[in-house]
């Protein structure tokens, strides 16, 4: 994540009389009358499935850190990441969340397990629907969806062939919708099943390197958000 340039970050001016002005041997010490309200901070919860569960894991792990090293700017993760999770989980899983500190941006990853399950069509019309309602009960907070990756294996797929065109027609169809409103979206170009690599032998789950390739847009995409 790019350092900001500070040289032309505004500087709020704190008070009226100049620092200059006071005596040396003046020294000011907090009125407890009047105690200082520091600004809470900036709650981002991540939600999905294996993904996000491996990547909340890794992060914890290394040197990403479990709010992806943005806790000095006031922003910190809660991640909602369960491991072959499926859409009609998604709802259930906010609500159980909602008893924490209300979240500022939702960022979903989820879809993927869902397309050997139900149509393409069943799928896009059901994850509008929730969406829509994701937007009305978080009417503060700011919804961010995460694309569908591809996979060099689907399993449970009964046509593969079939199943490996999905993912850019629901990314497409959500990414619009999400955008609608008002939310954002956040692509993965550089995850792509040409590179083994970045994917584990079973060729779903990403490896370290893959990982790190997502934590890395994560982390841009949040504190983008937030002006850091």
């Known amino acids: 994540m790019s350092v900001p340039d500070t040289s032309r970050t ?24 009047h105690p200082v309200h520091l ?9 999905g499935h294996s993904l996000i569960f491996w990547a909340h894991k890794h ?14 700017h006031g922003i910190r993760l ?4 369960i491991r072959g999770m499926y859409w009609d989980q998604l709802l259930p899983t906010l609500h159980q969340a909602s008893c924490f500190s209300a979240p500022v941006l939702i960022l979903i990853h989820l879809g993927g397990n869902d397309l ?28 961010v969806w995460s694309h569908i990756l591809p996979r060099r294996c689907w399993r449970d797929a009964h046509k593969p ?7 850019k027609r629901v990314n497409a169809e959500i990414s619009k919708f999400v955008s609608m409103l008002g939310g954002l979206v956040l692509v993965h170009d550089l995850i792509s099943v040409d ?21 890395s847009v994560l982390q841009d995409l949040i504190g983008s958000c937030f002006g850091r």
């Open 10 to 33: 505004p500087v709020r001016e704190v008070a009226s009389t100049s620092v200059a002005a006071a005596p040396r041997t003046s020294v000011s010490f907090p009125d407890p009358r």
């Open 39 to 47: 600004p809470p901070d900036i709650c981002v919860w991540v939600c």
């Open 59 to 72: 992060a914890q792990e290394s040197r990403w850190g479990n709010n992806l090293e943005l806790v000095e």
């Open 78 to 81: 809660r991640w909602l990441g």
């Open 116 to 143: 050997c399950k139900v149509k393409g069509v069943h799928l896009i019309r059901q994850m509008k629907s929730d969406l829509l309602f994701v937007a009305c009960t978080f009417p503060r907070a700011r919804m």
């Open 161 to 167: 062939a079939a199943v490996e065109r999905l993912p």
């Open 195 to 215: 590179c083994p690599g970045l994917f584990r032998p079973d060729g779903v789950h990403l490896s370290v390197i893959g990982l790190n390739i997502f934590l």
